[in-house]
């Protein structure tokens, strides 16, 4: 397969961070660890991930680039989600001071865009 044959993912742009981590925390628990791409983009913080939303009609699945663009550039190494008792979403820089029911989820650096995404 040459690279002009490779399709880009379907784009879903999430509302907030507290979604974004919601789905990889819960895509996170059936299939395999889920884990943060950051990159900027055209003066933009973006945060996301490339999942693949399998048995999607006749298909082998459906490719998606589920993100947000945050206000900046990640504040630690991994994203904190905390569903109790109120749900809440921090960067840390360690899994040092890891509390009980939370999910760290690492941030990914990317030095830029990946090139199959189609996003402006």
Do not use: C
Request: no cysteine.
């Amino acid at each position: 397969m040459s690279k002009n044959e490779i399709r880009p993912p379907i784009n879903l742009k999430i509302a907030s961070m507290e979604d974004l981590a919601r789905m990889l925390v819960s895509w996170s628990q059936r299939d395999r660890p889920a884990s943060m791409l950051y990159f900027e983009h055209n003066g933009k913080h973006i945060y996301g991930t490339l999942i693949s939303n399998h048995g999607y009609y006749e298909y082998y699945g459906m490719p998606l680039w589920v993100h947000i663009e945050g206000d900046g550039p990640p504040e630690g190494n991994f994203l904190a989600y905390k569903s109790r008792p109120k749900e809440s979403v921090v960067f840390v820089d360690s899994l040092a001071d890891s509390e009980p029911m939370t999910v760290f989820l690492p941030i990914i650096r990317l030095s830029e865009k990946l090139e199959l995404l189609d996003m402006p």
